[in-house]
């Protein structure tokens, strides 16, 4: 048995009293967090919480990794260009460099890259904005349980209706089909999509592009296969329609390769990518754009913080984690061992109605009763591990601990996991 903290929750009235109620996290895990490092967090009170969690994905390579720091603390000591909006650097150049030489050129890609400010929706609000000015058509079409983004573009094509409701305004041109499964295992998703866009009667103009995740995170840790994957890139290229995969949450090594969609043998038109691109948890985001689609005028999509120098430079050093396959297979080595343990879980209790979902270390189980996931995540809190719910009415525990986790700490986390759910039940 694994036992709670005995010590009581630090005053959080600071964050109540000044904070916006918007806030969110911080009522998930209520405590001041102090110092972290690897795949662990201290809070004020000196207790150690393992993170599952893991900046909901934008700390693959764990909290505060030494060669980052190193290199971070030379740079900031040397009188070096930390803001520079989208000027030539030292830093930005050598990033450019380095992801070509690291990331593209073995996987024999060819994309511009773009800095369209630092985060996930910035680099989504990108992508729609060129798929449109490309094509001259306004339809996008996205997917049942997507997410995207919180800006009004991006929310278009988010499907939760929770987030959809806080725009306040209509959120226009954006037409959402069923991902895999959605209708159930025995019916074909695109042949929905695919009939819609032969038929002229069906009211969907040819959209300019179709977005998609090939693992839902905020949706459920809802995974596509990669034959509906190509199917979906099939559709594309039949109709002239550009494909953009979001990669903000799925990519930089979360489900084992570096790209998300690299196992389905697919090559996107525009790649999304966020969170973990900036390596050290700084605020970085990328839009890969194929050659013949870089249309845009010069400063025709700014914004003040499109490089941040400091994220090129931890975003340099993280690549060095990509030199080889290393990194990789030790990912879906890990990942299995989380599905065997979460599947171990879920016969356990056949009264929960357990689901185990993902790919590599994105991975979740997902629960038939209504709030059990957040009772867990609780529970788990209390435990001093730090994991989430996701999906549309919250009934997955989502597993995102820092890829860098080692075995030790997977099994600590997953053992208090299985107390929690036990916890939970009782």
Known sequence: MIPTTEKASPDMRVFEQLESEVRSYCRSFPTVFEKAQGYKLWDTQGREFIDFFAGAGALNYGHNHPAMTKKLVDYLTSGNIVHSLDMATKAK????????????????LDYKVMFPGPTGANTVESALKLARKVTGRETVISFTHAFHGMTLGALSITANSFKRHGAGVPLNHAVSMPYENYLGDAVDS?????????????????????????VQGEGGINVASSQWLKQ??????????LLIVDDVQAGCGRTGPFFSFEAAGIEPDII????????????????????????WAPGEHNGTFRGHNLAFVAATEALSFWETDTFTKETLRKGEKVKLALQ??????????????????????????????????????????IIETSGPD?????????????????????????????????
């Open 272 to 295: 999304c990518l966020s969170k973990s691109i900036g390596g050290y948890g700084l605020p970085m985001a990328l839009t890969l754009i194929k050659p013949e689609f870089d249309k």
């Open 190 to 214: 695109l042949t929905l999509l695919e009939r819609y866009l032969e038929d002229k009667g069906s009211g969907i103009d040819l959209p300019a592009a179709i977005i998609l995740e090939t």
């Open 344 to 385: 171990r879980m879920a016969d356990d209790h056949p009264e929960l109605e357990a689901e185990v979902r993902g790919r590599g270390l994105m991975a979740g189980i997902a629960f038939g009763e209504t709030d059990f996931a957040s009772k867990v995540c609780k529970e788990a809190f209390t435990r001093q591990l």
């Open 394 to 426: 919250d009934e997955v525990a989502k597993l995102l601990p820092p890829l860098i986790i080692d075995d030790e700490g997977l099994d600590r986390g997953l053992a208090i996991l299985e107390e929690s759910i036990k916890a939970a039940k009782a």
């Open 232 to 241: 979906v890139e099939q559709l594309c290229r039949r109709w002239d329609i």
């Open 93 to 108: 150049e050598e990033f450019l460099k380095r992801f070509d030489e690291v990331i593209l050129q073995p996987r024999q």
